[in-house]
C-alpha cells in the first residue's frame, strides 16, 4: 500500500492503532523545496517503494509534515527532518535521523525478521 498522509493527531492516534508494523516519515515540505537533492525529497522515492514492496506488505508507511501537525511533532521531541519513527503496538521500538536509506531498511530488516520468528503459542 502507498504511504498514507497524517494530517492531524486523530489520524496519528488512529495510524497506531495495528497490529502492523507503523513507519512514519517527519518531514516538512520545506526540505529540499528549492532543490531536487533535499534529504526529504530524495529518501520519499525511496519509503514509497519500500511501501509497495510485497517484502513489507506486514508494514504501513505513512508521511507527517512536521510543521502542520506539531502537536504530534512536539509530543515525539522532533528535531531533525527527515526523523523515522518505527512504532509497534503504539509504542516506539526505533528511531532513525536522516535520509539513510541503507540505515532505515536495516531497522526495517530487522523488526519484520524478529515479528515473523515469533513462537507460536
Known amino acids: 500500500?502507498?504511504?498514507q498522509s497524517i494530517?492531524?493527531?486523530t489520524e496519528y492516534l488512529a495510524a497506531l492503532k495495528t497490529d502492523k508494523l507503523v513507519v512514519i516519515?517527519?518531514?516538512a515540505?520545506?526540505?529540499g523545496k528549492n532543490t531536487s537533492r533535499g534529504p526529504c525529497i530524495a529518501i520519499a522515492p525511496v519509503i514509497e517503494t519500500y511501501s509497495k514492496s510485497s517484502e513489507y506488505q506486514q508494514v504501513s508507511f505513512y508521511k507527517l509534515d512536521t510543521e502542520e501537525v506539531k502537536d504530534v511533532t512536539e509530543k515525539l521531541r522532533i528535531?531533525?527532518?527527515?526523523t523515522f519513527i518505527f512504532f509497534k503496538d503504539g509504542n516506539v521500538v526505533k528511531r532513525s535521523v536522516g535520509a539513510d536509506a541503507h540505515a532505515i531498511?536495516?531497522?526495517l530488516t530487522q523488526l519484520t525478521t524478529a515479528s515473523n520468528n515469533t513462537?507460536?503459542?
Open 25 to 27: 516519515d517527519f518531514y
Open 105 to 107: 531498511k536495516g531497522i
Open 1 to 3: 500500500m502507498p504511504v
Open 7 to 9: 494530517n492531524s493527531e
Open 119 to 121: 513462537p507460536d503459542e
Open 29 to 31: 515540505t520545506w526540505c
Open 79 to 82: 528535531t531533525a527532518i527527515p
